[in-house]
Every structure is written in C-alpha cells, then in structure tokens.
C-alpha cells in the first residue's frame, strides 16, 4: 500500500494540555466536595453513625434497599458503558492513583532525577527529598477519605486538639500508609500489574472501544524514532497493537505527532474507536445500546424514588411486650411503638394523628411536641382504642406523621385487632 504524505499541515493539536486540565479538575473536586455546603446543606457525605448516605443535605439510610440498589445498579451500569465506550481513558486521564504518579513524576523531573517508563534514578538527597513529598500526598490522601466521613470543618480542629475519633485516626493512618508504599514502591507498576480495572478492561473491550491506534498502513512513515516508546508511563510500545497496560494517556500521540511535525506530516498515532479504526460509527452497537436503555431506565427509578421521597422515615411495630387488651369503657386497646428518623438536614417538629377522623378510633400517648434535630431518631410508644364490636375481624388504619404546618410527611398501615381468647393465649 503506497504510504500517505501530507505536507503544509497546521501545528499539531496536541493532548498534553488538555488531559492535565481533566486531571486537575478531577482531583479538586475529589479533595473539594467534603468542603463543599450549599445553603448551609452537606453536598455529600457517609455517615457512618447513622449509617447514611448525605447527598444534597438529604439523608440516605443504607437500610433503603431499593434506593441503595438502584444506585449499585446504576453506578454498575455507568461503569460497564464507560469502560466499554472510552476504555482505559479513566485511567489515563482522571484516575486519582495516575494523577498522584504524574505529580510525583513532575517534581522528579523539577530536581533534576530522570524518569523513564515510571523508573526513576536519584542521588541520596534526592531520593529523600521523595520521601518528603510521598508522605506529603499518603498524608493527604488519607485525610482527605475521612473528610467523606468525617467534616474537614471538625477534622482540623479535632487533629489539633488531639480529639479526632480513634476510627477516624486508624482509617487516617492506614490508608496514608497503604499509599505510601504504592508511592514509594509501585506507582506504574500498580496499573499495569494490579489494578483490576485494567483486567475488567481486557474482557470488556469491544469492536467500537476508544484505543490508541497505530496505523499498519502508515509504517512505511515511522522514522523509528522510538519517541513514543520513550514517553510511555507504562513503557509499552503501542506499534505492537492494542496492549491491556495502556492507559489511553495519549501521551505517545502527542509525541508522534511532534515529531512528525518537524517532517511537515501528520502523526501516525491516533485514537480510534474499535482495533480496526472504524470511527464513532463503531459505537453505535447492541452491546452499547442495550447497556444506554438499561442505564436510562435505573436512573429514572433512581429519580422516581428520590423525587417522592419523604424527610420523615416512619416503621412502626406491635408492641409484643403488650398485647391487645380489654379497657374499662369496654373498648380494645392496642399498642405500638414507632421508629420515626428525620432525614433532613435541620431540625424539625412533628406531631402524630390518625388518617381516620372516625370517632369511634382514639390515639393515646404523648402525640406532639417531637423535635427531632437533624438525621435523630427518636422511638413513640402509643395505643390505639377502638370499640370491640368494631374488631369482629382485623381492621386497619392509617397512622400519620404531621409537620408544625399540618402536611403530612410519613404514613404507616397499622393492624387492630381484638384481645387473643384463654385458648388462644395457651
Ligand atoms: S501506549 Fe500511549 S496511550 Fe498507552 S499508556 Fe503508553 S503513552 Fe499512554
Ligand atoms: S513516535 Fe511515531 S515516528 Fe517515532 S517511532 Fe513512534 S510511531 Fe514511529
């Protein structure tokens, strides 16, 4: 195949730029969202005493299966239909542990140490003046996964006053030694040898998947110049074909095109969607296809669910230490406790009332005046009377939990029965 020369060709538009630009803004939304508050609202965090989920001052229990599945499924499904679209761009151009490694790579290379394919020659002052900085960025990184948990507004003054939670402080040092050791001893070695993403990749990877491509069709152009050997985080040589070690930077891109560029050509290197460099038409595939339907539809049971979401969680039980029983005015008492969670992030009051206004059905115990402040649980023992002949058979209402403005925000179906017979009782 003759091979294809282009000439007066504009500069090269390269990814360098571009690439550093997603890194940033992924990794400040990583450290930033803890500090992040809307209104006075938590934008998002795990809490753990409670065990839930904070998003938007909302509070999530993890104890909402259907919320927490939908959300699993969702996120699994977005993961699936990235991996399969865009490959290992992740890796390449957003992934925390990449970012960490340029980083580190970066300062390297600012005092004077060479690195090639992730392999770095120091002196001794320069390898401890490393030392520095891979604490510097363990510290961070563990710090910065307890502010998901922990407020970064509590976090500072708890760690100066020495009062930060034993939890807290073991989560702290753990996670800023386990990155140590990856800083000090794996960094590239951990994505082309341990990350499992890069293994999920390998068995997801598909006819349309975003790849570095070598064109075999151009190789009478390659100057072998071995630049875009020498630029690989990963070391690999991606004239050899689709590798499960590359990370899709497209640093070797980049480098290819510079070079060429010098020639009045254009690189050799590209993206392309699919091995056989079909373009985006590529993606347009049942694989694809199926795996978008399938994400639209948990997304819009996850808004479904979200959207008619009450602040107020309400369970309420049978009371078994008391059970229904005859009063004096020859009415059935029966008797219940409610579990009522505020989900909101404020305080708020609440009363109770029964759904049916029927006279003949009465609440008993200590109805209103409940604070609860925000995410508190708080326990209701009450009774409900209603005349016998009215429980011939098991009769059902509806309890309701009222706000200080008289809207309802929580409801339970709860079952009355009359008094269990001698017999029944043996
Ligand atoms: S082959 Fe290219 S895109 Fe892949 S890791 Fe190496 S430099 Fe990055
Ligand atoms: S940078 Fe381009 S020209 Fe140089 S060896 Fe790699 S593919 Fe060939």
């Known amino acids: 195949m003759p091979s294809k020369r282009i000439s007066n060709i504009g500069k090269p538009s390269l990814l360098g730029r571009k690439r550093a630009l997603v890194q940033w803004l992924t990794t400040l939304a990583i450290i930033g969202i803890p500090f992040c508050e809307i209104d006075g609202q938590i934008l998002f965090r795990l809490d753990f005493k409670n065990l839930a989920l904070i998003i938007l001052g909302r509070t999530f229990p993890i104890t909402d299966l259907s919320l927490f599945l939908l959300i699993c499924i969702a996120l699994t499904l977005l993961f699936l239909l990235v991996t399969l679209a865009l490959g290992r761009a992740w890796c390449g151009w957003a992934c925390p542990q990449t970012t960490l490694v340029d980083a580190i790579e970066w ?51 708890a760690v100066v006053n020495g009062s930060l939670h034993w939890i807290a402080t073991m989560t702290l040092l753990i996670i800023a030694s386990v990155t140590y050791l990856d800083l000090a001893f794996l960094r590239r070695l951990f994505c082309k040898e341990f990350c499992p993403y890069g293994r999920f990749q390998m068995v997801l990877v598909d006819p349309g998947t975003l790849t570095l491509h070598y064109d075999t069709n151009e190789t009478d152009r390659c100057i072998q110049c071995n630049a875009c050997v020498r630029c690989c985080p990963t070391g690999i040589d991606i004239r050899r074909g689709f590798q499960v070690e590359c990370i899709n930077c497209g640093r070797c891109l980049d480098a290819c095109r510079e070079v060429m560029d010098k020639r009045g050509q254009q690189g050799i290197i590209r993206y392309s969607f699919g091995l056989e460099n079909r373009g985006i038409k590529a993606l347009f595939n049942m694989r694809v296809g199926l795996l978008v339907l399938a994400l639209v539809l948990a997304l819009g049971s996850l808004a479904l669910v979200v959207t008619n979401r009450s602040d107020v969680s309400l369970n309420v039980a049978r009371n078994v230490n008391l059970l229904p029983r005859l009063t004096v ?91 269990l017979t001698h017999e029944e009782t043996n």
Do not use: C, H
């Open 107 to 157: 300062i390297a290379r600012r005092i004077g140490i060479s690195v090639k394919a992730g392999n770095m020659t120091a002196s001794f002052w320069q390898k401890l003046v490393l030392q520095f900085v891979y604490l510097f960025f363990s510290i961070l990184v563990g710090a910065n996964l307890v502010w998901y948990f922990v407020s970064p507004y509590d976090f500072f003054p």
């Open 329 to 419: 005015d020859d009415k059935v008492a029966n008797f219940f406790s409610a579990y009522l969670t505020n989900r909101k992030e404020q305080k708020i009051s609440v009363y109770f009332a029964l759904a049916d206004t029927d006279e003949d059905l009465q609440l008993n115990g200590a109805t209103s005046g409940y604070e609860l402040k925000p995410r508190e649980k708080k326990r209701f023992d009450f009774s409900i009377t209603a005349p016998l002949e009215d429980l011939a058979k098991t009769r059902s209402t509806d309890i309701l939990v009222m706000s200080a403005a008289g809207e309802p925000l929580a409801k339970a179906t709860i079952y009355l029965m009359k008094p």
